[in-house]
């Protein structure tokens, strides 16, 4: 190669690096952008893109940005400041302060109304409440915190699960119920013959959590929490699980029928008892409720003549 080849050949490397390690940058700074955005939306997919931003990055870490349970705020705006909140506004949408404001509904575990988890009223409200089964409407009964305290007591003592446990399970049912407009006890019921309050159980069918919600079947739900991993979350398997109920509820047009087709016999018919059991055990906290309320008012003493 003579001379003025090699003076072309470094001409050439002199003015190449440039534009490319721009372009590079550019790149660079995009994939940086698109892995961030995937994660911090935690809509897995279990496939492509998204799985690469799980992977990079866990679950674990979000989650533990997007929760802190000390903390006391009643917005998003409080929690985040402005800026974060238009974010938080972005990826979820208005279904994040439907859950979040503050609320009125006497809980055991105020806590779990703080959990930043985007609400599913977006679907159960397209329900109405004409469209449902009375027996599946909200029986009131769990409003107050001695009747909460009472099925706490009552399944703790059943399942031998930690008190504290069992408290922030019907804190769920009872927060989630008003969201999906269902009767918290009949949740509770369903988490009873399902799981035994197991948040690990599993079924051989893949049945996942305290609702034993099937993450193969609503992986689309479970996508709005950010894929069939979050299952094991009691605030987001009571809260996809009371929607299916719900719904199920208003398509066949009946509690038992819907808890039949609940248990996936839907075509058969036979659910070997599943939607009697539910009912059954519904129907002991009400008693359970009533007969408490009956005996503390027989020993309450009179205020006449007060």
């Given amino acids: 190669m003579n001379r003025r080849s090699y003076l072309l050949t470094d001409e050439i490397k ?27 939306s935690g809509t897995g997919t279990n496939a492509g893109a998204f799985d690469l ?9 979000r989650h533990l940005m997007w929760s802190d349970d000390s903390m006391e705020h009643d917005s998003a705006e409080e929690l985040f400041g402005q ?9 979820y949408g208005n279904s994040f302060s439907s859950v979040y ?12 109304a703080k959990n930043i988890v985007p609400s599913i009223s977006h679907l159960s409200d397209k329900i109405t409440r004409e469209q449902l089964d009375a027996l599946a ?38 927060l989630i119920g008003k969201e999906v407009k269902i009767d918290p006890l009949l949740i ?21 959590g305290l609702m034993q919600v099937n993450t193969l079947v609503h992986l689309d739900k479970y996508a709005l929490y950010g894929g069939p991993s979050e299952a094991i979350r009691p605030e987001v398997n009571i ?20 808890l039949i087709h609940y248990v996936g016999a839907g075509n058969s018919g036979n659910d070997g008892g599943y939607a009697d059991k539910v ?27 007060a």
Avoid at 83 to 91: C, I
Avoid at 101 to 112: D, E, H, R, Y
Avoid at 162 to 169: G, H, M, N
Wanted: glycine letters at 4%.
């Fill in 101 to 112: 404001q503050k609320t009125n509904i006497a809980l055991l575990v105020p806590s779990v």
């Fill in 188 to 208: 509770l019921a369903v988490m009873s013959i399902e799981s035994n309050f197991n948040t690990h159980s599993k079924s051989p069918a893949g049945a996942e």
């Fill in 279 to 305: 009912l059954v055990e519904r129907q002991n906290l009400i008693t359970l409720l009533q007969n408490t309320n009956s005996r503390a008012n027989l020993v309450r003493p009179s205020q006449k003549g």
């Fill in 53 to 61: 931003a799980r992977i990079l990055v866990p679950d674990s870490a």
């Fill in 83 to 91: 800026n974060q909140a238009d974010l938080v506004a972005a990826l």
């Fill in 14 to 40: 002199r003015l190449l690096p440039l534009p490319l390690t721009t372009a590079l940058k550019g790149l660079f700074a995009l994939a940086v952008f698109l892995v961030v955005s995937l994660w911090l």
């Fill in 137 to 174: 409407l909200d029986s009131r009964l769990l409003d107050s915190l001695q009747n909460q305290k009472l099925v706490a007591n009552f399944y703790s003592n059943k399942y031998k699960v930690e008190q504290t446990k069992i408290e922030e399970y019907i804190s769920n049912a009872v």
């Fill in 239 to 258: 809260r996809i699980g009371a929607y299916i109920l719900k719904y199920l509820v208003a398509t066949t047009g009946s509690l038992k029928k819907g």
